[in-house]
Nanobody, 122 residues
Framework: QVQLVESGGGSVQAGGSLRLSCAAS????????MGWFRQAPGKEREFVAA????????YYADFVKGRFTISRDNVRNTQYLQMNNLTPEDTAVYSC???????????????WGQGTQVTVSS
């Protein structure tokens, strides 16, 4: 069982940056691949980024490549999402998730955080 708690969301102007954190409980954090997803009002939840158990492999949705960076600290049981050059289209609730295996699909993930709101104004 893993409990995930996100933090770091907030309001920022277009072009600004935010760093999201996802703290995990338990001693098995390093066994999970981790991901970030987002859901904007009226839209379905979508994949943002994922990182392998060791952190050696990262994957991004096309719309965030070059702007967002996912990372993890297996000592602190925490993953991060550094978001730069934000646009109003990035406004959404961002959630972190943990997976035993696959990383691309919502159905791959076994545990989810409650989410943190990111609002980008123009």
């Amino acid at each position: 069982q893993v409990q995930l708690v996100e933090s770091g969301g907030g309001s920022v102007q277009a072009g600004g940056s935010l760093r999201l954190s996802c703290a995990a409980s338990g001693r098995t954090f390093s066994r999970y691949a981790m991901g970030w997803f987002r859901q904007a009002p009226g839209k379905e939840r979508e994949f943002v980024a994922a990182i392998s158990q060791s952190g050696g492999n990262t994957y991004y949705a096309d719309f965030v490549k070059g702007r967002f960076t996912i990372s993890r600290d297996n000592v602190r049981n925490t993953q991060y999402l550094q978001m730069n050059n934000l646009t109003p289209e990035d406004t959404a609730v961002y959630s972190c998730a943990a997976s035993y295996g696959g990383m691309w699909l919502i159905s791959d993930y076994n545990y989810w955080g409650q989410g943190t709101q990111v609002t980008v104004s123009s």
